[in-house]
């Protein structure tokens, strides 16, 4: 089983940056894409980032774009999400997520990904 491990949330300021980590462990290791999504109070869980173990290809949602970059280094089986100039409205619970199988392109929905990690809070305050 494949198991997520989140972390690098916490409070800062507007303007301000974090880099959250997600460690990955588990074989055999089936998915070739690892993706960021992301929760507010009151909203559905909604698409951050994606990024595959091979190649230089990634995938942002418009609201992060140019803000927000996606990484790996896949010796440490880690994925990591750098997020600069945050805005209130990028306060949520951020999880990292995997599929169970290879699949094609960057999915968006939370049903494309069978493995999730707890989460970790980013708060951004005004």
């Known amino acids: 089983q494949v198991q997520l491990v989140e972390s690098g949330g916490g409070l800062v300021r507007v303007g301000g940056s974090l880099r959250l980590s997600c460690a990955a462990s588990g074989r055999p290791f089936s998915s070739n894409v690892m993706g960021w999504f992301r929760q507010a109070p009151g909203k559905e869980r909604e698409f951050v980032a994606a990024?595959?173990?091979?190649?230089?290809?990634?995938s942002y949602a418009d609201s992060v774009k140019g803000r927000f970059i996606i990484s790996r280094d896949n010796a440490k089986n880690t994925v990591y999400l750098q997020m600069n100039s945050l805005k209130p409205e990028d306060t949520a619970v951020y999880y990292c997520?995997?599929?169970?199988?290879?699949?094609?392109?960057?999915?968006?929905?939370?049903?494309?990904?069978?493995?999730w990690g707890q989460g970790t809070q980013v708060t951004v305050s005004s």
């Open positions: 990024i595959r173990w091979s190649g230089s290809s990634t």
């Open positions: 997520a995997a599929p169970n199988r290879l699949i094609t392109g960057f999915p968006r929905t939370t049903a494309a990904y069978t493995y």
